[in-house]
C-alpha cells in the first residue's frame, strides 16, 4: 500500500484536497495518507512555511498531493510573523517553490485539455456569422527550479555583487542610481536542467503522439537565456524525426492562444514563462478549477493544482469552490505511480459529469464566488465530487 504526504495548505486547499481523497478511493485506490505540515500558518508561528519535518515526509515517501498556498509580499509577510520571532532574521519563501528546489523537481507538466460539454470552453468566430470551439489539447512543460524563480535576486545589494554586475556593459545606464534604490532578480538557466525538460517534452509528444513541441521564449531579446532554450530544443529535436521543433515568442504566443490554441500540443518553457503560458491555456479550457499540474524529481513528485488558496472561499459553508482541478491532479498522482486504470476511470467520470451537464460549480455557470450561487442553482463541491463519484 502507497504512503502519499497529503499536504492541504492554505484556504481551498483544506477543502478541495480531503474531496480528491474521496475520489482516489471511490476509484479502488488504496492508500494511508499522512497529513504533512506547510503554508502560511505556520510562516506565522515558526517563521517557515516549509517546516523541516514534512521535507523529512517527503523524503521518506517520496509522493506528496498539495493543495494550496498562500504567499504574500516581503513587508505583509514581515507584519505578519508572531511578535516573538520578529527582527531574528526570518524571510519569507515559497514552501511550494522551496520544495521543488530542495528535492529538484524540476519537470512541471501542466496538462489544460477541454472537455466536451463545458461551458467555460473558449470560442471563436468562424467567419461565417456563427461560432466553433476548438478542442484545446495542449500540455505546458515548465522548468521548475530554475529562471527567473531561482530566487537569486537583491535589494540594495551588497557591493561585491554591484561590482561584479558593473562587469557588463549594459550596467552603464545604472551607473548613478544609488545602490539603495536598485532592486535586481536574476534569470539563471543552464545546460544540464534546459537539456532534461527539452527533452522531457519530446519524449511526452512522441508517447502520446503530438505533433509538435514549441520552445516558448524571447530569445530576440533574452538572448542568452532564452537562446539557450531554442539552441537545445534544434539540437534535441534532430532526435525526433516526425515531431516538428517549432518556436515563438511568449508575447506573440499570448495572443495565439486565443488565435489557434488547437494547433499547439506540447510546449516547453523556462520557470516563469512556463507559468504565464500554462495560465494563458488553462483560461480556454474552464480556467483554474481545471487546472492540474505535476512537479517531479529523480526520486520525489508533488502534484497539486495550479489555483491560489482564495482564502475568501475557505470559510463558506457549504463550500462553492470547484474541486476538479484538484482531483485532476491526484489523476497525475495515479498515472505517475502506475496507476493508469484508475486514472482514466476518474478522468471518464468528470467528463461524463461535465458533458451531462447537470452538476456545474458557480465557475461553470459563470456567477459571482459568494454563498447566494448556490440559491442560484450552483452545485457545492461536496456535490460536484459526489457526482464523480456516482460516475465512477
Known amino acids: 500500500m502507497k504512503t502519499i504526504v497529503a499536504m492541504p495548505g492554505d484556504g481551498i486547499g483544506k477543502v478541495v484536497l480531503p474531496e480528491a481523497i474521496r ?22 508561528k515558526e517563521g517557515n512555511a516549509l517546516p523541516e519535518r514534512t521535507i523529512d515526509l517527503l523524503g521518506k515517501h517520496k509522493i506528496g498531493l498539495f493543495g494550496a498556498i498562500t504567499s504574500k509580499p516581503k513587508t505583509e509577510a514581515d507584519k505578519e510573523l508572531a511578535p516573538e520571532l520578529k527582527g531574528k532574521g526570518y524571510v519569507y519563501f515559497s514552501p511550494i517553490v522551496g520544495l521543488r528546489q530542495h528535492f529538484n523537481l524540476d519537470i512541471c507538466t501542466r496538462p489544460c485539455k477541454a472537455f466536451k460539454g463545458n461551458p467555460l470552453n473558449f470560442i471563436r468566430k468562424d467567419g461565417k456569422g456563427g461560432f466553433e470551439e476548438p478542442m484545446v489539447d495542449a500540455v505546458i512543460f515548465r522548468q521548475n527550479t530554475e529562471g527567473m524563480y531561482g530566487g537569486v535576486e537583491w535589494t540594495n545589494p551588497p557591493a561585491e555583487v554591484r561590482a561584479a554586475l558593473e562587469t557588463h556593459p549594459r550596467m552603464k545606464a545604472f551607473k548613478e542610481v544609488k545602490s539603495e534604490d536598485l532592486a535586481i532578480s536574476t ?27 514549441t520552445v516558448c521564449e524571447k530569445p530576440n531579446v533574452l538572448r542568452e537565456t532564452s537562446g539557450m532554450y531554442l539552441q537545445i530544443g534544434k539540437e534535441i529535436a534532430k532526435e525526433y524525426p516526425g515531431i516538428d521543433l517549432w518556436d515563438t515568442n511568449i508575447d506573440a504566443q499570448m495572443m495565439w492562444l486565443t488565435k489557434n490554441p488547437e494547433n499547439y500540443g506540447v510546449l516547453v518553457s523556462e520557470n516563469m ?19 492540474c499540474s505535476a512537479n517531479i524529481g529523480d526520486e520525489v513528485a508533488v502534484f497539486e ?7 475568501k472561499y475557505e470559510q463558506l459553508n457549504p463550500s462553492i469552490v470547484n474541486p476538479i482541478a484538484m482531483i485532476l491532479s491526484a489523476c497525475m498522482m495515479l498515472d505517475h505511480i502506475g496507476e493508469t486504470d484508475k486514472a482514466e476511470k ?8 461535465i458533458e451531462e451537464g447537470k452538476v456545474k460549480t458557480y465557475d461553470m455557470m459563470k456567477l459571482r464566488g459568494s ?20 460516475k465512477i
Open 23 to 44: 475520489v482516489l478511493e471511490a476509484s479502488g485506490f488504496e492508500a494511508e495518507y499522512i497529513h504533512g505540515d506547510i503554508g502560511w500558518e505556520f510562516w506565522i
Open 187 to 213: 534569470r539563471i538557466v543552464t545546460r544540464p536542467a534546459t537539456e532534461k525538460i527539452i527533452r522531457a517534452a519530446f519524449e511526452y509528444a512522441k508517447k502520446f503522439g503530438y505533433k509538435n513541441v
Open 273 to 291: 514563462f512556463g507559468d504565464i503560458i500554462s495560465d494563458g491555456f488553462a483560461g480556454l479550457v474552464g480556467g483554474l478549477g481545471f487546472a
Open 305 to 311: 493544482p495550479t489555483h491560489g488558496s482564495a482564502p
Open 346 to 353: 476518474i478522468r471518464n467520470a468528470i467528463a461524463s459529469v
Open 371 to 390: 454563498a447566494k450561487a448556490i440559491e442560484e442553482g450552483a452545485a457545492t463541491t461536496q456535490q460536484m465530487t459526489d457526482a464523480i463519484i456516482a
